[in-house]
């Protein structure tokens, strides 16, 4: 049995709970290939990973050949903590030194893995515990608690001729999200689908006033709430 002790657990292990936290959120394990694609690593070594991580001292995954893999609640603790620490960095690079929203995440899965408690701690209290990273993705709480609102729904969903307003766009390829950044598609924009068509989903939509042309790749990515 290995035994954690105080030092922090390894950049691969940190990224493998992240992984399965974000594949199992409807309560459903996720499979070994399901992982090995997310992870872009065999399926043999995903296999190798999870029977180490089931072993660990707390277990962290409850791992059976064949049915797929979730966290235990320890398991899932370390998946938020990472998720914070992420998103914090996020936030601060953003918004202190001035980063493109684009720019954050590459430089945030690194440090996610390298900064102690303390700079967490620190870096959350000059931030003044923002509950948002740049995305609009929330930030797990000092508890490690997160709230996600179930009202919000992809910019695809949207019925024509509501007015929303733009919640959280998801990390998709960079090029993407520095489009939608130069045409200022941040949280807090409001947004009507004046056209949808029917046949590819494309739709015509206004972005603060601005008429833009969207395909379902921009509108499966974007998430808003309805306006009231
Ligand atoms: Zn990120």
């Known amino acids: 049995m290995i035994s954690r002790k105080d030092e922090p657990f390894s950049r691969s292990i940190q990224n493998y709970l992240k992984v399965i936290y974000s594949h199992t959120r409807e309560n459903r394990p996720v499979s070994t290939l399901g992982l090995a694609e997310a992870l872009d690593v065999k399926p043999a070594s995903v296999t190798n990973m999870l029977q180490k991580l089931d072993e660990f ?10 049915h797929g893999v979730s966290l235990t609640e320890d398991g899932e603790k370390e998946a ?13 690079l953003y918004e202190v030194l ?12 690194e ?27 929330p930030i797990p709480n000092r508890d490690l608690e997160v709230t996600q609102d179930e009202s919000i729904i992809p910019l695809s969903l949207l019925p024509v001729g509501k007015k929303a307003v733009v919640r959280r766009v998801t990390a998709g390829p960079q090029e993407l999200l520095a489009y ?3 045409i200022g598609l941040h949280p807090g924009k409001g947004v009507e ?9 494309t739709s015509r939509v206004l972005v603060d006033g601005m008429e833009k042309f969207f395909g379902v790749g921009v509108t499966g990515a974007v998430f808003v709430s309805v306006a009231e």
Request: net charge negative; no cysteine.
């Open 57 to 66: 001292e707390p277990r962290l995954v409850n791992y059976q050949k064949h």
């Open 80 to 92: 938020l903590r990472v998720i914070r620490r992420h998103r914090l960095i996020e936030q601060f």
């Open 98 to 109: 001035g980063y493109s929203w684009d720019r954050v995440h590459s430089e945030a899965e």
């Open 111 to 137: 440090l996610e893995h390298v900064i102690s408690p303390y700079f967490e701690d620190r870096l959350a209290e000059f931030l003044g515990e923002p509950a948002f990273d740049p995305h609009g993705e």
């Open 180 to 182: 939608l950044g130069e």
């Open 193 to 201: 689908v004046v056209e949808r068509n029917p046949l590819d989903g």
